[in-house]
Every structure is written in C-alpha cells, then in structure tokens.
T-cell receptor, first 112, second 114 residues
Framework: DAKTTQPPSMDCAEGRAANLPCNHSTISGNEYVYWYRQIHSQGPQYIIHGLKNNETNEMASLIITEDRKSSTLILPHATLRDTAVYYCIVRVDGGATNKLIFGTGTLLAVQP | ETGVTQSPTHLIKTRGQQVTLRCSSQSGHNTVSWYQQALGQGPQFIFQYYREEENGRGNFPPRFSGLQFPNYSSELNVNALELDDSALYLC?????????????FGEGSRLTVL
C-alpha cells in the first residue's frame, strides 16, 4: 500500500501557484519523497525528489516539513498543460530495486 | 519525451490469448521495469530487469513474464489473458546501479481483453 495521503482533487487558476499537499506521517529517516505527474493517457513524468531539505528545479519546488511528516509540491505559475494527476511517493533509494508504489494521487485541474 | 518507446500503443485480445509488449529503454539505461495501470488507479509494479535478469517482482502471477535483451530492450509477456488484465502497461528505464526512484516512463501500451 502507498504510504502517502493526498487529496483526490484540486483546482488552480491559470498563472497562480499550485500547492499540492502530501502527508507521509510514517516516513522513515532514510526514505525520500518523490513527486511524479501523469497527464491523461501518457506515462508518469518525474518532477522532483528530496530527503530533508527543500528542493527546486525548473519544473517545481518541494517543501518538506522539519518533522518530514508532510510535504508540498509547488508549481509556481500553473498553466493549462499542468493539468494532470500528481503522485507523491516515499521510498528508500539504493535498495534492491527502483520500485515505486503509487497511490491514487491528486487530480490538479488548472482553470483558465 | 523520455526516449523510452513502447509498442504497440493499443491492442485488443480475447480471454485465454497471449500477448507480448515491447519496450526500448532510454539510451544508456540498463534497467527496465514494468507497471500495470488499471483505469482510475495508480501504476502497480510488475517486475524489474537488470542485466537480463529479473531482480524484483510485485504481486503478479507467473503468467506475467518478461525478458531483457543485451541491448537493454525488454518484453512483457502475459499468458492466458483474463478480463482483469485490461490496463495500460507502462515500461520505465533507469540506471540500475543507482536504484533511485527517478524513472523514465514510456507512453504505455493499452491492452483491452474481451
């Protein structure tokens, strides 16, 4: 089972920041937080990941709380093309496989 | 685009038949994993291949099998198809020795079993 909890859906106005929350209250000290998204009828796309510190790349920012029990993915200026299902996943890196356990994610609908 | 290509994109089979799905991994990636995604659900891990050997498997029966070739491309075979096998089948490639969660997915093969 997925170790994360996400709201099933969210709306965001085009051009505004989209803040997608994720709870992972049972996360272990060596587990990373990964975010993927899946645009309709396409394969999942890696967005960002982090362990403790906040991370930023060209797609998004990842804010992880100090206790690491929750995180927020931020899309700074959402566009219509950001409409997708966003998955938050926790996993240990460097293990036997690169297996990802997906939940049902958050459907983000960006409105014009 | 990720550089991971899958074929065919869509196919229809009947119960009891067998199917083979194919995947070409991103250049330089030596690990391939396969996922099944039923409608409205997140993808589920089927298995992973590294250097032509299966080195990890999810909760799928033996009629789901695979191969990886020396050029790192891969096949997923499903025997004795059941209606519940209708799903999007996703292939993902990565650099195996790192085993991080940063995977590169293809667009998938959508299988319909009638």
């Amino acid at each position: 089972d997925a170790k994360t909890t996400q709201p099933p859906s969210m709306d965001c106005a085009e051009g505004r920041a989209a803040n997608l929350p994720c709870n992972h209250s049972t996360i272990s000290g060596n587990e990373y937080v990964y975010w993927y998204r899946q645009i309709h009828s396409q394969g999942p796309q890696y967005i960002i990941h982090g362990l403790k510190n906040n991370e930023t790349n060209e797609m998004a920012s990842l804010i992880i709380t100090e206790d690491r029990k929750s995180s927020t993915l931020i899309l700074p200026h959402a566009t219509l093309r950001d409409t997708a299902v966003y998955y938050c996943i926790v996993r240990v890196d460097g293990g036997a496989t690169n297996k990802l356990i997906f939940g049902t994610g958050t459907l983000l609908a960006v409105q014009p | 685009e990720t550089g991971v290509t899958q074929s065919p994109t869509h196919l229809i089979k009947t119960r009891g038949q067998q199917v083979t799905l194919r995947c070409s991994s991103q250049s330089g990636h030596n690990t391939v994993s396969w996922y099944q995604q039923a409608l409205g659900q997140g993808p589920q891990f089927i298995f992973q291949y590294y250097r032509e050997e299966e080195n990890g498997r999810g909760n799928f029966p033996p009629r789901f099998s695979g191969l990886q070739f020396p050029n790192y491309s891969s096949e997923l075979n499903v025997n004795a198809l059941e209606l519940d096998d209708s799903a999007l089948y996703l292939c993902a490639s990565s650099l195996g020795q790192l085993n991080t969660g940063e995977l590169f997915f293809g667009e998938g093969s959508r299988l319909t079993v009638l």
